[in-house]
């Protein structure tokens, strides 16, 4: 099966060095009517996640197609299908091998070798005082985001999520305004509590259990020059299962992103998240925080290659168990965020629980070198970082540090390689818990747009 792998990964490789695509630019538009898809097909072979021992293998493929309209001025539609499938493996042997996944692959929320339609929207333009009005099922948020994100996911399950809402988007002033209202689809199976069994610290919605999400978004570049700055509010009520009580997230965010004028190519992005609201199950109110920095610094080396280097640190706050009324750890709105972070790490913050990535540090840095020799179409990046625990568990401060190096071709705009290899060792609480084996990784991807 190592060779298969290593077969398809240089077939992939060979497809973009000596291929010229005749695929149409991304985005066909012909009489009012457009249609742009993108294909993603990911190779992976994984190595003792999480202490299991196992070495699985496998392909997942991604096939994304939207179809949209211009009827008239002001109003357009579209419809998006996905289709995500693991390549000769069934539903239940990948469930076995991929701990925590459980929420994409069953139940009706299951997306692996199903098709569905996660796109349904219209949208009319100013509809009343310079209101633009987008009403249906809909993606939302950014990926880069460590809270909020609707949307194809980048992960090792290539899952897409979104939300059925009306939103309305208008410009104030110097700032561009957002307002959501809408409804989480009901996923899962679990067992009557809002939990999967197999996976007790995960929060899977059963049915009947409402999931109504609430988002304000201001955002503004004009303000001070060269620097963005976003005010967010979102809210999330769930309803409980049998019990009739609800639980009311708040989350308030703050962030401020820009150039930094003492140097030319240096630039940072600063976040901070607050929990608010209270659990009438727990009778507990939410009282965690998530701060993230990051500094980017971009220049050029004459005749050699383009450089960028990135550091940061994340805190995602735990429970110190001071006070009984209070949940202090970190709570964010949907699953699926962190993409900055390295890519296993990335995956087991996303695997335990939906909901919640708690009680974490994260300091990284990386470098991207661009070489000039291939026209800038060719980037290779080596990224490091630590897990630790913002409050130790069981006498532990640490969890692990990852390395990883990844190599990406884009010979045109609608066609893209990248390798990746990644290397987890598991320290403290995780080596207690896992055993000190590292996990490996090595991906294989594919991307073709249209």
Same mark, same amino acid.
């Given at each position: 099966?190592?060779?298969?792998?290593?077969?398809?990964?240089?077939?992939?490789?060979?497809?973009?060095?000596?291929?010229?695509?005749?695929?149409?630019?991304?985005?066909?538009?012909v009489?009012?009517?457009?249609?742009?898809?993108?294909?993603?097909?990911?190779?992976?072979?994984?190595?003792?996640?999480?202490?299991?021992?196992?070495?699985?293998?496998?392909?997942?493929?991604r096939?994304?197609?939207?179809?949209?309209v211009?009827?008239?001025?002001?109003?357009?539609?579209?419809?998006?299908?996905?289709d995500?499938?693991?390549?000769?493996? *069934?539903? *239940?042997?990948?469930?076995?091998?991929?701990?925590?996944?459980?929420e994409?692959?069953? !139940?009706?929320?299951?997306?692996?070798?199903?098709?569905?339609?996660?796109?349904a929207?219209?949208?009319?333009?100013?509809?009343?005082?310079?209101?633009?009005?987008t009403?249906?099922?809909?993606?939302?948020?950014d990926?880069?985001?460590?809270?909020f994100?609707?949307?194809?996911?980048?992960?090792?399950?290539?899952?897409?999520t979104?939300?059925?809402?009306?939103?309305?988007e208008?410009?104030?002033?110097?700032?561009?305004?957002?307002?959501?209202?809408?409804?989480?689809?009901?996923?899962?199976? !679990?067992?009557?509590?809002?939990?999967?069994?197999?996976?007790l610290?995960?929060?899977?919605?059963?049915?009947?259990?409402?999931?109504?999400?609430?988002?304000?978004?201001?955002?503004?570049?004009?303000?001070?020059?060269?620097?963005?700055?976003?005010?967010?509010?979102?809210?999330?009520?769930?309803?409980?299962?049998?019990?009739?009580?609800v639980?009311?997230?708040?989350?308030?965010?703050?962030?401020s992103?820009?150039n930094?004028?003492?140097?030319? !190519?240096?630039?940072?992005?600063?976040?901070?998240?607050?929990?608010?609201?209270?659990?009438?199950?727990?009778?507990?109110?939410?009282?965690?925080?998530?701060?993230?920095?990051?500094?980017?610094?971009?220049?050029?080396v004459?005749?050699?290659?383009?450089?960028?280097?990135?550091?940061?640190?994340?805190?995602?706050?735990?429970?110190?168990?001071s006070?009984?009324?209070?949940?202090?750890?970190?709570?964010?709105?949907?699953?699926?965020?962190?993409?900055?972070?390295?890519?296993?790490?990335?995956?087991?913050?996303?695997?335990?629980?939906?909901?919640?990535?708690?009680?974490?540090?994260?300091?990284?840095?990386?470098?991207?070198?661009?070489?000039?020799?291939?026209?800038?179409?060719?980037?290779?990046k080596?990224?490091?970082?630590?897990?630790?625990?913002?409050?130790?568990?069981?006498?532990?401060?640490?969890?692990? *540090?990852?390395?990883?190096?990844?190599?990406?071709?884009?010979?045109?705009?609608?066609?893209?390689?990248g390798?990746?290899?990644?290397k987890?060792?598991?320290?403290?609480?995780?080596?207690?818990?896992?055993?000190s084996?590292?996990?490996?990784?090595?991906?294989?991807?594919?991307?073709?747009?249209?």
């Open positions: 099966m190592v060779k298969k792998i290593a077969l398809l990964m240089v077939t992939i490789c060979a497809l973009c060095l000596v291929t010229e695509m005749s695929v149409a630019d991304p985005g066909i538009e009489k009012g009517v457009w249609v742009e898809g993108k294909v993603t097909t990911k190779a992976y072979s994984v190595k003792n996640y999480k202490g299991s021992g196992v070495l699985d293998q496998y392909v997942l493929n096939a994304l197609i939207s179809l949209g211009n009827p008239a001025d002001g109003i357009s539609g579209r419809l998006l299908f996905a995500t499938r693991v390549w000769g493996k *069934s539903i *239940s042997t990948f469930q076995e091998g991929e701990p925590g996944a459980s994409f692959l069953t !139940g009706s929320g299951g997306l692996l070798e199903n098709i569905g339609v996660f796109n929207y219209l949208k009319v333009k100013d509809v009343l005082w310079g209101i633009d009005l009403m249906g099922r809909q993606f939302a948020g990926e880069e985001d460590a809270f994100f609707y949307g194809p996911q980048q992960g090792r399950l290539l899952g897409i979104s939300i059925d809402a009306v939103k309305g208008w410009t104030w002033g110097p700032v561009d305004m957002i307002g959501l209202a809408g409804k989480k689809a009901e996923v899962g199976l !679990g067992d009557g509590t809002g939990r999967d069994p197999a996976y610290d995960s929060v899977v919605y059963v049915k009947d259990q409402d999931v109504n999400i609430y988002a304000l978004q201001a955002k503004s570049t004009t303000l001070v020059p060269g620097q963005t700055f976003d005010l967010d509010l979102y809210s999330r009520r769930r309803g409980l299962s049998q019990t009739g009580k639980d009311d997230l708040m989350l308030l965010v703050l962030r992103r820009g930094i004028s003492l140097l030319k !190519g240096l630039e940072y992005d600063a976040m901070l998240g607050l929990n608010g609201g209270k659990s009438e199950e727990t009778d507990q109110t939410y009282n965690g925080w998530l701060g993230r920095g990051i500094g980017y610094y971009t220049t050029d004459p005749s050699i290659c383009g450089l960028k280097l990135t550091g940061g640190y994340v805190y995602v706050s735990g429970d110190k168990a006070t009984s009324d209070k949940d202090e750890h970190f709570a964010r709105i949907s699953r699926d965020c962190f993409y900055s972070m390295a890519t296993i790490v990335y995956e087991i913050l996303n695997d335990s629980a939906p909901e919640k990535v708690t009680n974490v540090t994260i300091p990284f840095g990386g470098l991207e070198i661009v070489p000039n020799a291939f026209g800038g179409k060719m980037t290779l080596a990224m490091a970082c630590k897990l630790g625990c913002a409050e130790p568990i069981a006498g532990y401060d640490k969890k692990g *540090s990852e390395v990883d190096l990844s190599l990406r071709y884009s010979p045109r705009n609608n066609l893209s390689l390798i990746v290899w990644a987890f060792k598991p320290e403290g609480i995780l080596e207690a818990n896992w055993g084996d590292p996990t490996t990784q090595l991906t294989g991807e594919l991307t073709v747009k249209f």
